[in-house]
């Protein structure tokens, strides 16, 4: 989708919203206050992710480097980054706009995200949200990272790629697995168009990072079909203490 498509599709989006906020009151998805969809309490508690952080996976380590497992087993993209981390009002509001359907919350979380993503300053030439399977797409009827990646893009002025990645077959839950496991579950899951991302720097977008299977994944499938490099960024992060059951 070329920037200005982005844009526009962005600028009707606000305008539903506005419309749907005059004639609904909204309330804040993060602890339910009224009159906000992300209220400043909220964000607040949205806490970055501790450093010094992995420069290749992004969690956290004693000194600045890069970590010993992605120094044994490097993934495919270049760096990954995470706005806050996963816990307090940040997950429950991803849980709302994932499980709750509440659309509109992508929108507000997508400008937090725009900023942080702007601070690395990486060439990104497409924006790429990981998409669902057809099953799980047909079941919830909407894709949660698509709701926060068009806003996101469209706020930094670069290009949105929704169609540039297909998963190819569905997966099971990623809730509960081991980080093997999750490996295994996405291995071969996506297909990524070579029009649309071939010889470009591609940034891959999901909701929350916990083990990088589905990122890794999905870098593999878009360095496959000829991108230049890959970078990932996501809205959450989990840290070992989360564990692996709900995310």
Known sequence: MPR???LYN?????????????????????CDKAGFRWCPDCQKQAHPVPGPLC????????????????????P?????RSWAVFEGPLRSAIHSLKYRRNLALGEALAR?????????????????PVPLGIKRLRERGY??????AMPMAAYNHWRFAPQAVKRVRDTVSQ???????????????????????SGRSVLVVDDVATTGATLSAC??????????????????????????KDV
């Not at 962005?10 to 993060?30: E, F, H, I, K, T």
């Not at 496959?224 to 564990?243: E, N």
Request: glycine share 8%; proline share 9%; hydrophobic share 45%.
């Open 4 to 6: 200005e498509h982005t």
């Open 10 to 30: 962005y600028r009707l989006q606000q305008l539903l919203w506005a419309g749907l906020d005059w004639l609904y009151p909204p309330v804040c998805g993060g």
């Open 55 to 74: 420069e290749v996976c992004g969690l956290p380590q004693p000194s600045p480097g890069v970590c010993a497992a992605c120094q044994a087993s490097p």
């Open 76 to 80: 495919p993209f270049r760096a990954l």
């Open 112 to 128: 937090p995200l725009a900023e942080f993503a702007r601070s690395f300053d990486w060439p990104v030439e497409a924006v790429v």
């Open 143 to 148: 894709n949660q990272v698509e709701l926060i």
């Open 175 to 197: 809730v509960g697995l081991s980080m093997i496991e999750r490996q295994e579950n996405m291995r071969g899951a996506f297909r990524a168009d070579p029009k649309q991302v």
């Open 219 to 244: 870098s593999e499938a878009i360095l496959s079909a000829g991108a230049r490099q890959v970078f990932a960024l996501t809205l959450a992060k989990t840290l070992p203490h989360h564990g692996l």
